[in-house]
């Protein structure tokens, strides 16, 4: 099956500093590609996506571009925020064993921003 | 608003005691998905259910059941809890036309003593 395979965390950064998070996968056909967020006690939540190669998807100053040719999906901010500290999931969608769609997620990246 | 309430958000409970994990939705989703999570493992699949009276095994459903009698509500039943389903449980909602697009719970934090 289709699978993500995330960079290892934990990352700390200062705030304003350049983020990325290394995203790749493995994948029969074309997968849609997400990047969920995790907030502190929280659920999960949409921070961006991309359906196809050579998309951007972006939001909240994040992006995100679907390579085709090498299989990623790297979440990158300019300048973080402490705001921004939550671990971040990068997902794609795959096919259950009864034809319907799901998310496989990676393991998750935790970001911890330091004024 | 539209959300996904889960209850309770902590539980700890002793090895074959049985317990519901409610699930319920107010955005009329057809789509519904319960994942737990735990270190090193990211997210897995549990369960997930199409519609009414529709469900369907995830990635990893043994130890687990699930009902799916009215469209807002999914509940998570552990028949006969055991340590190893310690874990912080999620519940997810997506429309039938983006079903990965998902809305999701708080989270319940489940310990199985």
């Known amino acids: 099956g289709n699978s993500v395979t995330q960079m290892e965390g934990p990352v700390t950064l200062s705030e304003e500093a350049f983020l990325t998070i290394n995203c790749t996968y493995t994948a029969t056909g074309y997968p849609s590609l997400f990047w969920y967020v995790q907030y502190p006690g929280e659920g999960l939540q949409l921070l961006l996506k991309a359906t196809k190669a050579d998309d951007k998807g972006s939001n909240k100053g994040f992006e995100a571009t679907y390579r085709k040719e090498t299989t990623s999906f790297h979440l990158e901010k300019g300048s973080v925020q402490v705001s921004d500290s939550a671990v971040y999931f990068c997902a794609l969608s795959d096919r259950t064993q009864g034809g319907s769609e799901k998310l496989v997620f990676g393991k998750g990246t935790k970001l911890t921003v330091n004024p | 608003e539209a959300q996904v309430t889960q209850n309770p958000r902590y539980l700890i409970t002793v090895t074959g005691k049985k317990l519901t994990v409610t699930c319920s939705q107010n955005m009329n989703h057809e789509y519904m998905s319960w994942y737990r999570q735990d270190p090193g493992l990211g997210l897995r699949q549990i369960y997930y259910?199409?519609?009414?009276?529709?469900?369907d095994k995830g990635d990893v459903p043994e130890g687990y059941k699930v009902s799916r009698k009215e469209k807002r509500n999914f509940p998570l039943i552990l028949e006969s809890p055991s340590p190893n389903q310690t874990s912080l449980y999620f519940c997810a909602s997506s429309d039938r036309g983006r079903k990965n697009i998902q809305y999701f719970g708080a989270g319940t934090r489940l310990s199985v003593l």
């Open positions: 259910s199409m519609n009414v009276e529709v469900t």
